[in-house]
């Protein structure tokens, strides 16, 4: 088990670079067998390096796609694959170990394409406000896979949201669910990278507890 700062949803890419001993080992050890492939998990809270994390329940397989070992680490290419929930982490492992067990795929039903162009607008519309003010954001013109059940996994990894929101996305337990949560998390979030046009500020955006009285001009008809 691998847990790390942010989440992996299936069917998206994940790079890592290991350097720390514990890990090392995990990584000789999974390339024994094939795939070789680990869990990753978000940290609830602690650091992602020296242990005392506390990791969420629900996680992703993350499938080792290519490794290279420059001096001092090892960086590899991974990919989401299919879903699980820790059941009991074991206490004795030389590095994070787990017993899980796989949640089940989620179905498509071709009565969700609605729900899915809308969801689709809905990310990529957020990815264009959120380009504006950082760089970390997906393209909004990324291309998805054209598997559907991919595509919405795909959509949930791209989706300009919280590691919160995203574990919920996570957890969702039907396709329908899962689109319903990029639609309403995404429409949250976007709210945030949205500037207010002339009347939409509410007065209790107007903050007067900094006000100084002795600024006010009163010759000045503004005041």
Not at 64 to 69: D, H, M
Not at 77 to 99: K, L, M, S, T
Request: hydrophobic letters at 45%; charged letters at 25%.
């Amino acid at each position: 088990m691998f847990p790390l700062g942010s989440v992996l949803f299936p069917y998206m890419p994940l790079q890592l670079r290991v350097f720390e001993e514990r890990y090392l080992m995990m990584l000789a050890s999974i390339l024994e067998s094939e795939p070789a492939e680990f869990g990753v998990v978000l940290i609830e809270r602690g650091q992602e390096v020296g242990g005392g994390e506390h990791p969420f329940s629900t996680g992703t397989v993350a499938q080792v796609l290519e490794l290279v070992a420059p001096e001092g680490f090892v960086g590899l290419v991974a990919q989401g694959d299919r879903r699980i929930e820790v059941i009991e982490w074991r206490q004795d492992a030389p590095y994070p170990q787990a017993v899980v067990r796989e949640l089940p795929a989620l179905v498509w039903d071709d009565a969700l394409t609605p729900l899915r162009v809308l969801a689709e607008q809905t990310v990529r519309r957020t990815l264009s406000l959120a380009s504006e003010f950082t760089d970390d954001a997906w393209s909004a013109n990324v291309a998805l896979s054209e598997d559907p059940v991919e595509a919405a996994w795909q959509l949930a990894g791209i989706a300009p949201v919280g590691p919160l929101d995203q574990v919920a996305m996570l957890r969702s337990t039907s396709m329908a669910g899962l689109l319903r949560a990029i639609f309403d998390h995404t429409e949250a979030a976007a709210d945030a990278y949205r500037v207010p046009g002339p009347g939409e500020l509410d007065a209790d955006d107007l903050n007067t507890d900094d006000l100084d009285p002795d600024d006010l001009d009163p010759d000045d008809p503004k005041a």
